[in-house]
């Protein structure tokens, strides 16, 4: 493993890369699954570091992370094939193995049972301590309407019709590669 990092201290590499895109991986029952993530935020609560990820209900990434409660956040870094995040968002690793379709490899994580993505640069280990669906009624319209449009059913990895849940992640460990 690389070098322990205060996740707090490289929040200006890492929310740049959220917006990019970043691998969410999860595991449960012997089988990993990573996802392509584009929504998170990484703060302080409970006077403790989280990483909060937004996934869909539907997702078989929610199947696995309500199992365990545990996820890694892998940051891509410099000259890593950006067609790798384009797949890993639009196909389920419900019936295939992504990880290994995708050419990744993973390594054990220091703390939680989840595995880190070995070509990540940076890597958060995070156990969920709270999670929040979505209200659809909370939402304005204008949100509903671009991110929630109805059209795509939860079956589908383009679904649509489903809400996020926000599964709040403490940082138990973050490091670099």
Same mark, same amino acid.
């Given at each position: 493993?690389?070098?322990?990092?205060?996740?707090?201290?490289?929040?200006?590499?890492?929310?740049?890369?959220?917006?990019?895109?970043?691998?969410?991986?999860?595991?449960?029952?012997?089988?990993?699954?990573?996802?392509? =993530?584009?929504?998170?935020? !990484?703060?302080?609560?409970?006077?403790?570091? &989280?990483? @909060?990820?937004?996934?869909? $209900?539907?997702?078989?990434?929610?199947?696995?992370?309500?199992?365990?409660?545990?996820?890694?956040?892998?940051?891509?870094?410099?000259?890593?094939?950006?067609?790798?995040?384009?797949?890993?968002?639009?196909?389920?690793?419900?019936?295939?193995?992504? =990880?290994?379709?995708?050419? !990744?490899?993973?390594?054990?994580?220091?703390? &939680?049972? @989840?595995?880190?993505?070995? $070509?990540?640069?940076?890597?958060?280990?995070?156990?969920?301590?709270?999670?929040?669906?979505?209200?659809?009624?909370?939402?304005?319209?204008?949100?509903?309407?671009?991110?929630?449009?109805?059209?795509?059913?939860?079956?589908?990895?383009?679904?649509?019709?489903?809400?996020?849940?926000?599964?709040?992640?403490?940082?138990?460990?973050?490091?670099?590669?």
């Amino acid at each position: 493993m690389g070098e322990k990092i205060d996740v707090l201290e490289h929040a200006g590499e890492i929310l740049p890369a959220v917006n990019k895109g970043v691998l969410l991986t999860s595991a449960a029952n012997g089988k990993a699954n990573t996802m392509t =993530i584009s929504w998170g935020m !990484l703060g302080v609560e409970w006077a403790r570091p &989280v990483f @909060v990820t937004f996934v869909r $209900e539907g997702r078989f990434t929610r199947t696995l992370l309500d199992e365990t409660d545990e996820f890694t956040i892998g940051i891509p870094g410099e000259g890593f094939d950006r067609k790798i995040l384009g797949r890993a968002g639009s196909v389920t690793g419900r019936d295939i193995d992504k =990880i290994a379709e995708l050419g !990744l490899h993973t390594v054990k994580s220091q703390v &939680v049972s @989840v595995p880190a993505i070995a $070509e990540a640069v940076i890597t958060l280990e995070c156990r969920v301590v709270y999670r929040q669906p979505q209200d659809r009624n909370a939402l304005p319209a204008g949100i509903l309407d671009r991110f929630y449009p109805q059209d795509v059913p939860s079956t589908n990895c383009d679904a649509n019709r489903d809400m996020h849940i926000a599964y709040y992640g403490e940082v138990v460990a973050a490091y670099t590669m």
